[in-house]
Antibody
């Protein structure tokens, strides 16, 4: 069974750094891109970017480029989403998802709630 | 940037057919996926490649895409279908989601 398990909820202050994770199991992790999706409180889904775990090739939403970094460690089947300086507007649930061979997001993590507040 | 437009809400009576649209410039030239998100849950893929159903998704869910509009159709709608639905497509190497449609079954 394909599973993506994300790290737990985080509470941070503005300006702090943060890395959240997404661990895949039940499939060959390097063979599928991993995407990150943001859902702000009460809002819709927003694609942030993706990474190919086999070579760490990545691309980002133009609106978020430079604010977050996506990385992966294929040796431990894990992808990451990193902020160097959080803002209150980063408060959201973050989902990782596997991108299937037809470009669809066919398996999703349970989501990680990030709260940024002074 | 590429925009996908969905109606904010759709209502349907149990047992009837619900149709949720997704509009975008020349949307029919690309493939569209649809996701269901129940409150407090992660999204679930219900349609991909315009009209294909993943394993485990009931046949009641179907999709189409032509011109500037993609449509998700749910026949014999059940209470458990009440959720937010999102369309999604690719604009070059960037994924785009529609704003979402809240389906109410009443």
């Amino acid at each position: 069974e394909v599973q993506l398990v994300q790290s737990g909820a985080e509470v941070k202050k503005p300006g702090e750094s943060l890395r959240i994770s997404c661990k895949g199991s039940g499939y060959r992790f390097p063979r599928y891109w991993i995407t990150w999706v943001r859902q702000m409180p009460g809002k819709g889904l927003e694609w942030m970017g993706r990474i190919d775990p086999s070579d760490s090739n990545s691309n980002y939403s133009p609106s978020l480029q430079g604010h977050v970094t996506i990385s992966a460690d294929k040796s431990i089947d894990t992808a990451y989403l990193h902020w160097s300086s959080l803002q209150a507007s980063d408060t959201a649930i973050y989902f990782c998802a596997r991108q299937g061979y037809n470009q669809q997001f066919d398996s999703w993590g349970q989501g990680t709630l990030v709260t940024v507040s002074s | 940037s590429y925009d996908l437009t969905q109606p904010p809400s759709v209502s349907v009576s149990p047992g009837q057919t619900a149709s949720i649209t997704c509009s975008g410039d020349k949307l029919g030239d690309v493939f569209v996926s649809w996701y269901q998100q129940r409150p407090g849950q992660s999204p679930l893929l219900v349609i991909y490649h315009d009209a294909k159903r993943p394993s485990g998704i009931p046949e009641r869910f179907s999709g189409s895409n032509s011109g500037n509009t993609a449509t998700l159709t749910i026949s014999e709608t059940q209470a458990m279908d009440e959720a937010d639905y999102y369309c999604q497509a690719w604009d070059s190497s960037t994924a785009v989601f529609g704003g979402g449609t809240k389906l109410t079954v009443l």
